[in-house]
Structures are given as C-alpha cells and as structure tokens.
C-alpha cells in the first residue's frame, strides 16, 4: 500500500493534519464560484486531451501546446513517463518522493539512488553526481526540485554540468516541479530547447485543490508525443479543465499565498527551531524535515495523534529513517498548538 501524507481516520474533521503539503488558506473563491457555474456542462463531455486548456497554458507559460501534457494529477505524469520511456537504468536523487521509485520499478527499470546526506544539509555534490552519471550512464536521472521531503532546491545554474552530461551519455532529467510555486525560483522551461529534461508541475498545491488532480508536463514535441502515444483518452475531468484559466489569471490569490508563506514559515521555524530535541531543516518548500534527536517518529506521532495533530513520518524515504517527520506550514493558531504539543512532549519525556 502507498504511504503519503494525508489523515483518513473518523475524525478527521477534528485532526488538524500536517502531513499534507498544500495550502492552508482554502480554495480561491474565483475557482469556487466559476465551477458552480461548470456544474451545469456535467452532461458533456470534457475535450479528449485538454486542448483548449494545453492552449492557455501554452500561452501562460510563452511555449507552445505540442510542447505540453495535461495529466490527472502529477502522478499520472509520473507512472506515464515512465511506460512511454522505459529505461532500462533510472538514477533518483535521494531521499525523496517515494512515486519515482515504484514508477520505474513498474516497468522493469533497474533503480539506483544517489543518496543526499543530512551533513549537507541534504543538497547535491554537483561534481559527485556528475560523476556518478558519467559511472553509470542511466537513461532517466529523476530529482525533486524544490525536494519532498528535504525541501532543498537546486538552481538552474548549478545543474547546466548535470544536463551537459546526461546529453553526452543520452539521458533525461525528469525533474519535478511541485513545489515550485510556494518559491520565488525561475522554472526550467527554457532548458527543453537544447536538453532532453521533462519537467512535471503541479496546479492544485498552490490552490488548495488536490482533489480536482490536475497536473501538467513540459518537454520537447518528440517526448510530449511519446507520452500521448501511450496516454489513456479522457483521463482529465472538464472540472479540473475549466479550472485552468481561472488558476492561472488569480495572480491575486498567488501573490498573497506567497506573501503570507514567507512571513508564516519563518515565525514557524523559529519557534520549532528553539526547541533543542529536535533539528529543523530549513528549505524552500511549503513544508519542514524535522528530525527527532531523541525517541522515534512513531511515538511522537502516535502522541500528537491523541492531542488532534497529525503528521507525516518518513522512514519510508531511502536515506532517512524513524528518527524524521515532515510538517507543513499551516496557519498561525495551528502552528502553536504544533510546536507547544511537540515541546510538551519532549518535556513530559525529561520529567
């Protein structure tokens, strides 16, 4: 069974749940009121492959609608890449988000990981990973960027020696961009033009939207035609269809996202950060890697679990183990009540 973050207990009206990262601020009022007025197209049929929304996008994003591929959430991308390609080597950026792995492996792809060290604050030796491409020769290198769990981002500048070296051995990036929108990093999509790199995004994170599944690829028009050789027709819904131009016009709501993540994250780190049984890494992702310096994950869960709070543990990430959990940021009064039953906990354990 997959692990991800997410509480489905009874009560999970009453749980406030930290284990999933998107946004706390609720669904824009924009996309609620424009899909009520959707609610009556139900009787038809949504457009086979999504492209008069590919066409917004493209337009959104100054590229062109072949060089796009709508899917039913990131994850549909994910296991589509991976059948359309399917690479004999695939080398995944660890730790991290646990799809990649059980993608690939699907399709019968031998799986190798580069493993990021806590010492480094989980960020990439460029010249190590270089290396290990040039040892290896995958066919597919896969990093999350910012990173699930560690929320560590590496920027394009750094990675120009990996993509230069993955096209002298003929390889791919799949690189996903989830997160991204909680950053104020540049994309990577000028790079499709000169490397064979695959970018996935995410549209509901931001958006609070999870349950619509909307997610998008981008890459040259030989890999986008490789994909829908092997795509499912009709895999989208014309919710989540018409929801495109809507999410991409509400700069409003973006922007004030953003503004309010960067003032919330930081009062959250700070406050976690003072409590010394527990080491908090700092990242670029609308989430926290927290490690626990005594005790194990479960136990911490198990007693937040009891006090209405939920959290993701991560020993189910190569490279990390029962010692880490990751939280979210979520709104202030719930950001209290985390760190003031994490800091109970711990001192009830001294007592």
Request: with cysteine; aromatic share 12%; net charge negative.
């Amino acid at each position: 069974m997959n692990k991800h973050g997410g509480y489905y207990g009874e009560d999970q009206n009453n749980v406030i749940d930290f284990s999933v990262n998107i946004n706390p601020l609720g669904v824009s009022k924009n996309l609620v009121e424009a899909l009520k007025k959707e609610l009556e197209k139900m009787e038809r049929y949504p457009e086979i492959d999504g492209i008069s929304a590919k066409e917004i996008l493209a337009k959104h994003l100054s590229t062109k609608s072949e060089k796009i591929i709508l899917g039913n959430g990131a994850t549909e991308l994910i296991y589509l890449f991976a059948r359309s390609i399917n690479p004999k080597k695939v080398l995944i950026v660890q730790p991290t988000f646990t799809e990649y792995k059980k993608a690939f492996e699907l399709v019968g792809s031998s799986i190798y990981s580069f493993v990021t060290k806590e010492e480094d604050n989980f960020t990439i030796h460029i010249g190590d990973l270089v290396a290990e491409l040039d040892s290896l020769k995958p066919d597919v290198l896969v990093l999350c960027n910012p990173n699930n769990p560690t929320g560590t981002f590496t920027n394009m500048n750094d990675l120009i020696p990996v993509l230069n070296k993955l096209k002298e051995i003929g390889g791919y990036l799949f690189i996903d961009e989830s997160f991204i929108d909680f950053t104020d990093e540049v994309p990577y999509l000028s790079l499709i033009y000169e490397y064979n790199i695959f970018i996935l995004r995410s549209m509901t994170k931001i958006f609070a939207v999870p349950g619509l599944r909307l997610g998008y690829g981008v890459a040259n028009e030989e890999t986008i035609s490789r994909l829908y050789h092997m795509k499912e027709p009709w895999t989208i819904n014309s919710l989540a269809l018409s929801s495109v131009p809507i999410l991409l016009n509400d700069v409003e709501y973006t922007m004030k996202t953003k503004k309010w993540y960067e003032e919330e994250k930081k009062i959250l780190f700070q406050e976690l950060d003072k409590i010394k049984d527990i080491k908090v890494f700092y990242g670029k992702a609308n989430f926290f890697l927290i490690k626990l310096l005594q005790k194990d994950s479960y136990s911490l869960k198990n007693y937040l679990l009891s006090k209405d709070v939920y959290i993701r543990t991560c020993d189910d990430f190569i490279g990390l183990s029962n010692e880490y959990i990751r939280v979210a940021v979520r709104n202030r009064e719930e950001n209290i009540k985390l760190v003031s039953e994490i800091r109970e906990y711990f001192e009830k354990l001294s007592s």
